[in-house]
């Protein structure tokens, strides 16, 4: 309120010395007045908001530091703060989220694992002794492991 009372006591006696003058014409003085105030709104103002205000919805907050959800025995859920040995399932299961967009959400990095990784240690050295790339094109039937013999000896 302050700022608009002197501000406009600005402007009046800048117009009241501009119509003071003999050579000035009414339309002039209109002129003058709507230019003034127009500026000194302007200068007034704060600047403009910025385009597109940040929005509001934020990525959500990793349950714990994502530095932290990685040890060697269990991956952290960052939604939930629930360990596992492996995220995938979890992820599905209670966050309805792949890895990839489990990724995305937390802006892993790629390199990243959602394995913990004694866990894929294990696996690898599992999955090798056992030939597993053979079997992991079929669907193994729940309960099964990829350790029911197929009756194959020749390896
Ligand atoms: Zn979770």
Do not use: N
């Not at 105030?37 to 929005?55: D, F, S, T, V, W």
Request: proline content about 8%; hydrophobic content about 35%.
């Amino acid at each position: 309120m302050t700022t608009s009372d002197t501000r406009d006591d600005v402007i009046a006696t800048i117009v009241a010395a501009y119509a003071a003058r003999p050579d000035v014409t009414p339309d002039q003085i209109v002129e003058l007045l709507a230019k003034l105030k127009r500026e000194l709104r302007a200068e007034a103002a704060p600047a403009p908001a910025p385009e597109a205000a940040a929005p509001t919805e934020e990525k959500p907050r990793p349950a714990l530091p994502i530095d932290e959800a990685v040890t060697r025995d269990k991956v952290y859920c960052l939604c939930c703060g629930k360990g596992f040995k492996m995220l995938k399932r979890h992820l599905g299961a209670e966050h309805g989220l792949t890895e990839a967009d489990y990724r995305r959400l937390f802006d892993l990095p790629e390199d990243m694992p959602l394995v913990a990784p004694s866990y894929s240690e294990k696996k690898a050295d599992y999955a090798k002794k056992a030939g597993f790339g053979k079997y992991a094109r079929e669907a193994v039937p729940s309960g099964r492991t990829a350790g029911a013999a197929q009756g194959e000896s020749a390896c």
